[in-house]
């Protein structure tokens, strides 16, 4: 046994009611020359995002990073991204880090509206979240992922996968 610190990490902080809304150039309607991420966290520990809308996105509302832990994501709604289809794009509610619950959650137009990234450490919750006109997959992207639970999670026109998918290209 050997006593762990990790000096400087955040503790019991939030982020809620608030409207985030990304400035896009209207004449480009796949414009990405403007805020990509909504809200990112790391280094931060027992903390909260909650009842936040979000609007014209490129990236992500919420993306938690490896070094946030026992984070609630919850009433938060992501509409109207502007951005180009893929490749690290409108991977609306997401995160690599563990012990994170995301519930009461509403995406539109998401790539991964709901995603649990490379070797997430988990358990990671999605509960009671809806994605509408989904342009792909929830679930594990990227690679393997621990401990992700998905429960009552509806996706409109897609579907959950959880795969390896740089390991199996057959997907």
Not at 63 to 76: I, M, W
Not at 90 to 112: A, C, D, I, K, M
Request: net charge negative; charged share 20%; aromatic share 12%.
């Amino acid at each position: 046994i050997a006593k762990f610190s990790w000096p400087g990490r955040i503790t019991h902080t939030g982020v809620e009611n608030l409207q985030l809304e990304s400035a896009f150039n209207e004449s480009r309607p796949k414009d990405e020359d403007h805020r990509w991420m909504a809200i990112v966290v790391n280094n931060a520990v027992d903390g909260w995002v909650r009842r936040v809308n979000f609007k014209h996105f490129a990236g992500s509302a919420v993306s938690l990073l490896e070094g946030a832990q026992r984070f609630t994501v919850e009433d938060c709604i992501a509409t109207e991204p502007v951005s180009e289809i893929g490749g690290q794009r409108r991977y609306v509610f997401s995160t690599t880090g563990q012990q994170n619950l995301f519930q009461r959650l509403y995406s539109e137009h998401g790539y991964h509206d709901f995603s649990v990234g490379y070797c997430a450490a988990g358990p990671n919750a999605f509960v009671q979240c809806q994605a509408e006109q989904s342009l792909s997959y929830s679930g594990s992207v990227n690679s393997w992922a621990s401990g992700v639970l998905f429960d009552v999670v509806r996706l409109d026109g897609q579907t959950l996968k959880f795969a390896n998918i740089g390991q199996d290209e057959q997907w």
